[in-house]
């Protein structure tokens, strides 16, 4: 099968670009091909996109390519959509594909306004698919639901993602991120006593809780990962918000605690390597209304060996996880001390205990999170096949209201004036 991955060119991909990476790499074991490109609404014929210096380059698995947490790819080839005749180009290149995946799913809210036509870009006849990767869909881009006739099926990477796609008019499943599977990680026992957050710092991911826990720990080191608006706000003088007023400063004078910028991945598989936990502080009180949002951190720790600690409140996902067998969960409203207490326990835990939530976890990521049943769980997706973690093929259906949001946001309405 050849298979086209499309992304709209956007500000921050995160955990998007290693979902993509790892993707392509179960599609390739797999025995399919698959090619990557980026969509932007300039009106330019096909270029290549330069390559960048920032931190946190790693090499794709593309041949020729770079990637990066923050800003995506470089050496990818970006196509444009900014009126028909591009459009009709695009379409004329995608044809030649067996499966279309739609990685970022529809141009953000803000842009579409500048290309009126851009749901022609889904006119063909080529399988499509989508990959919903947060709980917005229904919040931020209710306008996937304008092009969904052309989808065979979105799929859902968590619980709070698929709890949203109940709103979609057309097939979804829970189809998680994509995992590899290293077989081989340092003993728990060779294992310094370091706890290791590395995250993009975005305001849902509350690294202030990680800075704020640094000054409390006695007995362990904290090693922050990853970079993002946040963590310029707290360090800046001009910009810092009251929030996070000296809390920088406090984590630096404490000694406990290292910045060590975005990491490429073989680097940051070398932290982890070297660290016995991982901690996670991300929450969010919208995703959690509709499930779980566990991020691909938690199984990052797993393959390293690590025992994740995360909010209690992102793991509730009935029949695979379980506080104290799959992970140390911290409960909410817990104090920053008492955080700062369950992390320094988990450092601490003994060999066969760590060992046994590494294990839980482990058999999670063979079962469903590898990289290879995820490539296939996609491809059955796309052929309306049972797929995914509950191995079914769900049928959303839009409210009323979800129509008439909708429709607010293709008349040029704003996220803020939605009706859900």
Same mark, same amino acid.
């Given at each position: 099968?050849?298979?086209?991955?499309?992304?709209?060119?956007?500000?921050?991909?995160?955990?998007?670009?290693?979902?993509?990476?790892?993707?392509?790499?179960?599609?390739?074991?797999?025995?399919?091909?698959?090619?990557?490109?980026?969509?932007?609404?300039?009106?330019?014929?096909?270029?290549?996109?330069?390559?960048?210096?920032?931190?946190?380059?790693?090499?794709?698995?593309?041949?020729?390519?770079? $990637?990066?947490?923050?800003?995506?790819?470089?050496?990818?080839?970006?196509?444009?959509?900014?009126?028909?005749?591009?459009?009709?180009?695009?379409?004329?290149?995608?044809?030649?594909?067996?499966?279309?995946?739609?990685?970022?799913?529809?141009?953000?809210?803000?842009?579409?306004?500048?290309?009126?036509?851009?749901?022609?870009?889904?006119?063909?006849?080529?399988?499509?698919?989508?990959?919903?990767?947060?709980?917005?869909?229904?919040?931020?881009?209710?306008?996937?639901?304008?092009?969904?006739?052309?989808?065979?099926?979105?799929?859902?990477?968590?619980?709070?993602?698929?709890?949203?796609?109940?709103?979609?008019?057309?097939?979804?499943?829970?189809?998680?991120?994509?995992?590899?599977?290293?077989?081989?990680?340092?003993?728990?026992?060779?294992?310094?006593?370091?706890?290791?957050?590395?995250?993009?710092?975005?305001?849902?991911?509350? =690294?202030?809780?990680?800075?704020?826990?640094?000054?409390?720990?006695?007995?362990?080191? &904290?090693?922050?990962?990853?970079?993002?608006?946040?963590?310029?706000?707290?360090?800046?003088?001009?910009?810092?918000?009251?929030?996070?007023?000296?809390?920088?400063?406090?984590?630096?004078?404490?000694?406990?605690?290292?910045?060590?910028?975005?990491?490429?991945?073989?680097?940051?598989?070398? &932290?982890?390597?070297?660290?016995?936990?991982?901690?996670?502080?991300?929450?969010?009180?919208?995703?959690?209304?509709?499930? $779980?949002?566990?991020?691909?951190?938690?199984?990052?720790?797993?393959?390293?060996? =690590?025992?994740?600690?995360?909010?209690?409140?992102? =793991?509730?996902?009935?029949?695979?996880?379980?506080?104290?067998?799959?992970?140390?969960?911290?409960?909410?409203?817990?104090?920053?001390?008492?955080?700062?207490?369950?992390?320094?326990?988990?450092?601490?835990?003994?060999?066969?205990?760590?060992?046994?939530?590494?294990?839980?976890?482990?058999?999670?990521?063979?079962?469903?999170?590898?990289?290879?049943?995820? $490539?296939?769980?996609?491809?059955?997706?796309?052929?309306?096949?049972?797929?995914? &973690?509950?191995?079914?093929?769900?049928?959303?259906?839009?409210?009323?209201? =979800?129509?008439?949001?909708?429709?607010?946001?293709?008349?040029?309405?704003?996220?803020?004036?939605?009706? &859900?």
């Amino acid at each position: 099968m050849k298979i086209l991955i499309c992304l709209y060119s956007i500000n921050n991909y995160g955990g998007i670009t290693t979902y993509v990476e790892e993707l392509h790499r179960g599609f390739r074991h797999l025995g399919h091909t698959a090619d990557l490109m980026l969509l932007s609404e300039t009106d330019r014929k096909p270029y290549t996109k330069r390559h960048s210096k920032r931190p946190g380059n790693f090499k794709s698995s593309w041949e020729g390519y770079s $990637a990066n947490p923050d800003i995506g790819w470089g050496g990818v080839p970006v196509w444009s959509y900014a009126n028909l005749d591009r459009i009709k180009e695009f379409r004329r290149h995608a044809k030649q594909y067996d499966l279309v995946i739609w990685g970022v799913p529809v141009p953000s809210w803000s842009k579409l306004h500048l290309v009126p036509n851009w749901a022609s870009l889904y006119k063909m006849d080529v399988p499509q698919i989508a990959i919903i990767h947060d709980g917005n869909f229904r919040y931020l881009y209710p306008h996937l639901n304008h092009v969904a006739p052309y989808l065979k099926g979105a799929a859902c990477v968590h619980g709070a993602a698929y709890a949203s796609a109940e709103m979609f008019d057309g097939n979804y499943a829970l189809i998680p991120n994509p995992h590899p599977w290293r077989r081989e990680f340092p003993d728990w026992d060779e294992k310094r006593k370091l706890i290791a957050a590395a995250h993009m710092w975005k305001g849902w991911k509350h =690294m202030e809780v990680a800075v704020k826990v640094a000054p409390h720990l006695t007995r362990s080191r &904290l090693i922050l990962g990853g970079d993002g608006i946040e963590r310029r706000y707290m360090c800046s003088p001009t910009k810092c918000p009251p929030k996070y007023e000296g809390i920088w400063s406090a984590m630096e004078e404490s000694g406990r605690a290292k910045f060590v910028d975005i990491l490429p991945q073989p680097e940051l598989w070398e &932290l982890y390597d070297r660290s016995r936990v991982m901690f996670d502080p991300s929450f969010s009180k919208n995703y959690n209304k509709m499930g $779980a949002h566990f991020n691909r951190s938690v199984f990052e720790a797993y393959n390293a060996g =690590m025992v994740p600690v995360v909010m209690e409140q992102n =793991m509730q996902l009935p029949g695979l996880f379980k506080n104290g067998r799959t992970h140390i969960g911290i409960p909410e409203g817990s104090s920053i001390k008492k955080i700062a207490r369950i992390l320094e326990d988990a450092v601490r835990m003994d060999s066969e205990s760590a060992n046994q939530i590494v294990n839980a976890g482990r058999a999670l990521i063979k079962k469903h999170f590898y990289r290879d049943v995820v $490539a296939q769980g996609l491809i059955n997706l796309s052929e309306g096949e049972p797929c995914g &973690l509950f191995n079914q093929l769900d049928v959303g259906s839009p409210s009323k209201r =979800m129509k008439l949001a909708t429709k607010v946001i293709l008349e040029g309405g704003r996220p803020k004036d939605r009706v &859900l």
